[in-house]
T-cell receptor
Framework: AQKITQTQPGMFVQEKEAVTLDCTYD???????LFWYKQPSSGEMIFLIY??????QNATEGRYSLNFQKARKSANLVISASQLGDSAMYFC????????????FGSGTKLNVKP | EADIYQTPRYLVIGTGKKITLECSQT?????MYWYQQDPGMELHLIHY???????EKGDLSSESTVSRIRTEHFPLTLESARPSHTSQYLC???????????????FGSGTQLSVL
């Protein structure tokens, strides 16, 4: 079964608007970590935000926030006030510490910010 | 911020050649990983290492091999490159703090390999 599912292959958003990128995950471990990475066209992977399974509050990092709904097993990334430089691939990932500390990545969402 | 380096950044090579993709990190991380990624697609784990002299195959079968003789160095080798090996190869590392969940992956800038 897919550990991480990203159902939006591509998204468009108008500059300065907010956008939500969806991510659902599958795990039976009570302890896990959820991550979002950005991959611009240059290819490097840039860490954006982290959410732990026991964290009571949703994580925020500047314009990025994570809408964590544990019962639904979803960890959506919200980007506020989109900028042209936000155009990139976005990957959701999960770390399972009791499963050899493996990272699982989703298939990614290609975000295009329109001027 | 990332102290993990991959060389070369781009490599174009003919079929049958032996190649080694270099990856080094200066953060003292025990765990290192190699991912393969086709353009616009997901990352596939092909190799990982828990430390010196430890290497494991990942979820995606690969004809490449790796070695971990030093903590900071995790090279990937293809004995005989083929066009099907054309892809981006991303090296990553993370700290090892027991069963913690918040240790993120630090990525290198990747090697784009094209086999003609």
């Amino acid at each position: 079964a897919q550990k991480i599912t990203q159902t939006q292959p591509g998204m468009f958003v108008q500059e300065k608007e907010a956008v939500t990128l969806d991510c659902t995950y599958d795990t039976s471990d009570p302890s896990y970590g959820l991550f979002w990475y950005k991959q611009p066209s240059s290819g490097e992977m840039i860490f954006l935000i982290y959410q732990g399974s026991y964290d009571q509050q949703n994580a925020t990092e500047g314009r990025y926030s994570l809408n964590f709904q544990k019962a639904r097993k979803s960890a959506n990334l919200v980007i506020s006030a989109s900028q042209l430089g936000d155009s990139a691939m976005y990957f959701c990932a999960m770390r399972e510490p009791y499963n050899f500390n493996k990272f699982y990545f989703g298939s990614g969402t290609k975000l295009n910010v329109k001027p | 911020e990332a102290d993990i380096y991959q060389t070369p950044r781009y490599l174009v090579i003919g079929t049958g050649k032996k190649i080694t993709l270099e990856c080094s990190q200066t953060m003292g991380h025990d765990k290192m990983y190699w991912y393969q990624q086709d353009p616009g697609m997901e990352l596939h784990l092909i190799h990982y290492s828990y430390g010196v002299n430890s290497t494991e195959k990942g979820d995606l079968s690969s004809e490449s091999t790796v070695s971990r003789i030093r903590t900071e160095h995790f090279p990937l080798t293809l004995e005989s490159a083929r066009p099907s090996h054309t892809s981006q190869y991303l090296c990553a590392s993370s700290a090892d703090r027991g069963q913690s969940t918040n240790e993120k992956l630090f990525f290198g800038s990747g090697t784009q390999l094209s086999v003609l």
